[in-house]
């Protein structure tokens, strides 16, 4: 369960960037935030896995305090915390199969591409992952070969590798032609069923929301301005 309690952020003094920002998700829910350029989406995200240091508030991952937590309680933490960006952030000259392995390690990891250094149980997770995703075949190709919904794919196996409770996917299928941001959004439902996920996703699209998310969350102006069920959700926001 992740639990966010008035949750405050301003970057400059007097310009909250968030303001008394309070949701629930439980675990097996993809929840979509929809809102604005500017609203805060991407800055509620940050908080969550505390790349941004938010002013105030409660962020509790089944009752435990990410903002209070210590370094190493911090590394924790975000070893539960998978993500996936709207331009991937693949190592683009590495193979398929390296860039899931390189979510062992964290993506900024210098270590990228050393294969030899994984385990061969390792490699079968990374490739059962890419099976999941299904790009099993492209396991060997480079990043560089793929199409930008493929990329998005591998991004999302990387981002499970490290059995997360929570992936936090920042605008995922903003970069993507309808079909595949389509494919992504039935890809991200379908996994966070199948491990239980809290999936969290900034989208522009409330149609997009509408059809997979099962929890949306709107945010304007650093305000929440409703969270709810999709399937209550009215037709006329
Ligand atoms: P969204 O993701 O909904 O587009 P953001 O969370 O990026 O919104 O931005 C929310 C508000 O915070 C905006 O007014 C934006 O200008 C401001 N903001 C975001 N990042 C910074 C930053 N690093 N420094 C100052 N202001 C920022
Ligand atoms: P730090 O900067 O704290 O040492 P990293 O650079 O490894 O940590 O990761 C920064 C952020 O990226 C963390 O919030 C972490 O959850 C996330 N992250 C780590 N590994 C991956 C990955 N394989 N794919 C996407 N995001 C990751």
Do not use: W
């Not at 941004?52 to 509790?60: A, N, T």
């Amino acid at each position: 369960m992740l639990e966010v309690k008035n949750l405050q952020k301003s970057y400059e003094k007097d310009k909250p960037a968030l303001t008394d920002i309070s949701f629930d998700i439980k675990p097996g829910t993809f929840v979509a935030i929809i809102g604005p350029s500017g609203a805060g989406k991407t800055t509620i995200l940050r908080s969550l896995n505390q790349l941004i240091k938010d002013d105030d508030g409660q962020i509790l991952l089944d009752g435990k305090d990410i903002r209070t937590a210590n370094k190493e309680q911090l590394r924790k933490f975000r070893r539960q915390i998978g993500m996936v960006f709207q331009n991937y952030n693949l190592v683009e000259r590495l193979t398929v199969i390296e860039n899931v392995l390189h979510g062992r390690l964290g993506y900024k990891s210098t270590l990228a591409g050393v294969f030899g250094r994984y385990t061969q149980e390792e490699k079968e997770e990374a490739m059962s992952l890419l099976k999941k995703v299904g790009l099993e075949k492209f396991a060997l190709k480079r990043c560089s070969e793929l199409s930008g919904g493929q990329k998005q794919r591998v991004g999302i196996a990387r981002s499970l590798i490290q059995h997360p409770k929570v992936i936090l996917c920042d605008e995922p299928i903003a970069s993507l032609d309808p079909a595949s941001a389509q494919n992504v959004m039935e890809l991200l439902k379908r996994l966070t069923d199948e491990y239980n996920l809290i999936c969290i996703a900034n989208l522009h699209q409330i149609n997009m929301a509408k059809k997979y998310a099962d929890q949306i969350i709107g945010i304007r102006k650093g305000h929440l301005v409703f969270d709810e069920d999709a399937d209550l959700l009215s037709e006329d926001i």
